[in-house]
């Protein structure tokens, strides 16, 4: 079993960062063998959309939305995926998700951490 923990979300004004971090812990095969890691975000009466992903080989896709603006990266040795977020706006508010795949197909996601853009 695999466990995503999510952290750094929080309220911030419009033009300020955050970073939110995702630790994986739990079975140590499948936690060395993400194939995919992605940050999704939802807001309440819509749909979970793709922020970012990133595969681990080192290619990232960005949405359109957040593109220049956001950030994914890996600590492999710390099991951490981060996304930096710069430059935010009240658009970006949501509850934002972690998610990782395995080669075998497996996907795991966090318990989601709220962002607040204030303008």
């Known amino acids: 079993q695999v466990q995503l923990v999510e952290s750094g979300g929080g309220a911030v004004q419009a033009g300020g960062s955050l970073r939110l971090s995702c630790r994986a812990s739990g079975n140590v095969f499948d936690v060395t063998n993400f194939s995919w890691t992605a940050w999704y975000r939802q807001v309440p009466g819509k749909e979970r959309e793709l922020v970012a992903r990133g595969s681990l080989s080192g290619d990232v896709y960005y949405d359109d939305a957040v593109k220049g603006r956001f950030t994914l990266f890996r600590d492999k040795v710390r099991r951490t995926v981060f996304l930096q977020m710069n430059s935010l706006t009240p658009e970006d508010t949501a509850a934002y998700y972690c998610?990782?795949?395995?080669?075998?197909?497996?996907?795991?996601w966090g318990q989601g951490a709220q962002v607040t853009v204030s303008s």
């Open positions: 998610k990782a795949e395995t080669a075998a197909g497996s996907e795991y």
